[in-house]
């Protein structure tokens, strides 16, 4: 079993994780949002390899796939699903890609693949290791 090292980034918040097994990238994104993050789960996602346009990516891992949206949904025909999808066969060492959460509120965070290397434990986990900064607030209040 192999064990995937991250580090998940936005603007003043980064966060370090560990997956051991085969995890897929749906189950992967509620990690980070959920754990990582500390968001709710709520609004569609991606993963992408152009930081500044995800729509013109060329490697791109959507919901939408996975929901049939290809045709006036905001998914491509070329987009790969999220949920048939695993970390093992996207994230190599030094791999980069930026995930998008909520299309409205346009959350992005880079997340680098750190690390993979055999793993010592048997079962499939997942765990924050550290994080740094102050984590982002998903629904600020809009008072002024």
């Given amino acids: 079993m192999k064990e995937y090292h991250f580090t998940i980034q936005s603007e003043d918040f980064t966060a370090s994780a560990v997956l051991v ?18 968001f709710a789960f709520d609004h569609p996602f991606e993963f992408c390899d152009n930081f500044k346009n995800p729509y013109k ?22 987009d790969l699903g999220v949920e048939g999808t695993f970390v093992s066969q996207v ?17 992005r965070f880079a997340v680098t693949c750190t690390v993979v290397r055999e793993s010592k434990g048997k079962r499939r986990s997942r765990k924050v290791v550290m994080t740094v900064g ?7 209040d809009m008072e002024e």
């Fill in 57 to 78: 990516s060329k490697e791109r891992y959507s919901l939408f796939s996975d929901l049939g949206e290809e045709d006036g949904g905001d998914a491509e025909p070329t």
């Fill in 91 to 107: 994230f190599t060492t030094g791999k980069r890609m930026a995930f998008l959460f909520d299309y409205g509120d346009d959350w």
């Fill in 134 to 140: 102050e984590r982002p607030e998903q629904y600020p």
């Fill in 21 to 38: 097994g085969e995890w897929t990238l749906y189950a992967f994104a509620e990690f980070i949002i959920l754990k990582a993050v500390g």
